[in-house]
């Protein structure tokens, strides 16, 4: 039976590129035969250059044909300067994407300003530098624009034009701290912030606000959109402001939104009663309904916590919509306060896995605790073998953790650890926070992660080797008495280094001599360094990026720069 991965049919090849990232696709099936360059080449591209160094940027932009291209998302955070390289590749982008359909700016310097007419979803996310060009781009994809996400709803003021196809619009508010040149220091009412909306005269459906900011004086409005009742279907709102709300205020605006099908709120209120929300969700048509309420401080809590989730515990939360429901105390600046929320939307993707924390008290069936606390994703796992740990139950583990940390005093056993997690899913390992750990330890548990690709150490190990699959490593402190050649023997194969550096010559030595480092990281105090730290002095005083395209982003106390392949002669530096 012929079974070559060439045969499959085109839609399976989809199927199987879809769990790939772009980079990933290129790398591993272009230029292998015919057959595979024509479904690559007409494979609708969803391209995200997040946590790529300029290496793979620059692979994937020799191999794209802009054409495939539908949806595009650049950041700054790992390789900076990503929209401006980007320009040099394709110097002619709004005719030559003509399929591109949703582009996103998240944390650059610069954005893409004459866009394809096919553009219909943008967001600018944290674009702090580039306020005015955001609102000419927004106003001149008016006409198509479907999707709007923005950080400042001081954008959408200065705006004087209508958006007739826009259905979703989403307003992060954490805006109104960053984009000082749009915020007025003077208070304001929140019905300009639902004027701002409105004048949009748009017939948006899906509508999700974060509210932050303190200067309001009118918080009667927050809930009156009435503008929108004709045409609204999904509403989030997050209000974290100091501010506490009655459910009757929030019930009498809500129930004027005939059309509302899905709602999700996070809020302070005066009281927290399942069954007065479970009369006002029957008076609806919301079949989707989220929430994290937060109990005033103004009141004092003296009762069993389970006594907050006795009326979540009805038929109607339980058997008709099977909404489960958690409470548990957050503790921060000195003030402990309750939150009862809807699970898993609220559930922490980052826990610190102690006998007091999780799982919280909820409503959740025994015969489902598996699957709602410990199988859903979490990004990042700590477990602290300081604490009582070994107390827990062992009936269940995580299956699903991107990130683990390990805290103690001691490595605890590889089965005591396999115990609570497993261990074939983790990507990142920080074992900085062991006091005492040797090298067979640290190999002995390698040996358990077998798609381990970043470890984070404390202090340089040395004799230590790590296995070649692994090629990403932070090291917090660095030693005068450590050996930098000892280091850059042992860790040879090295792509991406986050490392605290003692002296810029430190510095030159690790990019000359990691002939495969990809992506450089650096602590150190710049700041008395940066009137003459520039690409240039770089390429001046470190030998291998003369040779090689290479960005480069710095701040007072860390450096970035992501290397690329060989520089051609006469061109830029980029």
């Not at 997050?238 to 809020?267: D, P």
């Not at 548990?328 to 003030?335: E, G, I, L, T």
């Not at 850059?488 to 003692?502: D, E, G, T």
């Amino acid at each position: 039976m012929n079974s070559r991965f060439e045969l499959f049919s085109t839609k399976i090849l989809y199927e199987i590129f879809d769990y790939l990232s772009t980079y990933d696709v290129f790398h591993a099936f272009i230029n292998l035969n015919y057959r595979l360059n024509y479904s690559i080449n007409i494979y609708p591209l969803k391209v995200d250059l997040r946590n790529i160094s300029r290496l793979k940027f620059d692979y994937i932009c020799y191999y794209l044909r802009p054409e495939q291209v539908i949806s595009l998302i650049f950041s700054d955070d790992n390789m900076s300067d990503q929209v401006i390289v980007f320009q040099r590749y394709f110097l002619y982008f709004k005719y030559q994407f003509i399929n591109l359909r949703c582009i996103k700016f998240i944390r650059t310097d610069d954005i893409l300003f004459d866009l394809p007419y096919s553009v219909s979803a943008l967001t600018f996310q944290g674009c702090m530098y580039v306020s005015q060009r955001i609102v000419e781009t927004i106003v001149k994809q008016a006409k198509s624009l479907t999707y709007l996400k923005v950080d400042c709803i001081h954008l959408l003021q200065s705006i004087d034009i209508t958006f007739p196809s826009l259905t979703y619009l989403h307003i992060c508010d954490v805006g109104m701290k960053i984009f000082c040149c749009f915020l007025k220091e003077n208070e304001s009412s929140f019905n300009d912030y639902h004027l701002s909306i409105k004048n949009l005269r748009s017939p948006i459906q899906h509508l999700k606000l974060s509210i932050e900011n303190k200067n309001f004086i009118d918080y009667n409005s927050i809930f009156n959109f009435d503008y929108l009742s004709h045409c609204l279907t999904n509403l989030t709102l997050i209000c974290l402001i100091n501010k506490t709300f009655s459910f009757e205020f929030i019930q009498h605006y809500l129930i004027q939104l005939l059309n509302l099908k899905s709602l999700t709120i996070i809020i302070k209120l005066d009281l927290i009663d399942g069954k007065q929300w479970e009369e006002f969700i029957r008076k609806t048509k919301i079949i989707k309904f989220n929430f994290q309420f937060i109990l005033s401080e103004s009141i004092t809590f003296t009762q069993n916590k389970s006594i907050l989730l006795d009326s979540f515990r009805s038929v109607f939360w339980l058997k008709e919509k099977y909404w489960y429901v958690a409470c548990n105390k957050h503790r921060s600046n000195q003030n402990t306060q309750i939150y009862v929320y809807s699970i898993p939307k609220f559930l922490p993707t980052c826990i610190n896995y102690t006998k007091d924390y999780y799982p919280p008290l909820s409503t959740v069936p025994s015969n489902d605790e598996q699957r709602i606390f410990y199988s859903k994703y979490i990004e990042h796992l700590c477990l602290d073998f300081n604490k009582s740990i070994d107390d827990l139950p062992r009936n269940y583990r995580f299956s699903h953790v991107n990130s683990l940390n390990l805290i103690g005093s001691t490595l605890p056993s590889i089965d005591n650890i396999m115990s609570i997690v497993d261990l074939n899913q983790i990507k990142e390992l920080d074992i900085s926070h062991i006091k005492n750990i040797s090298i067979g330890e640290i190999h002995l548990l390698l040996e358990h992660i077998p798609n381990l690709n970043h470890l984070i150490f404390k202090n340089f190990i040395p004799l230590f080797k790590p296995p070649s699959h692994i090629y990403s490593f932070t090291i917090e402190k660095w030693k005068l008495s450590d050996d930098l050649n000892l280091f850059c023997r042992m860790f040879p194969h090295v792509k991406s280094l986050k490392i605290y550096i003692n002296s810029l010559e430190m510095m030159i030595e690790l990019i000359n001599r990691l002939k495969y480092l990809e992506s450089i990281l650096v602590w150190y105090n710049f700041e008395k360094h940066v009137p003459f730290i520039s690409m240039n002095w770089l390429r001046r005083n470190i030998p291998r990026l003369r040779r090689k395209k290479f960005t480069c982003k710095e701040d007072d106390y860390y450096m970035i720069i992501s290397i690329g392949n060989n520089r051609k002669k006469k061109l830029s530096s980029f």
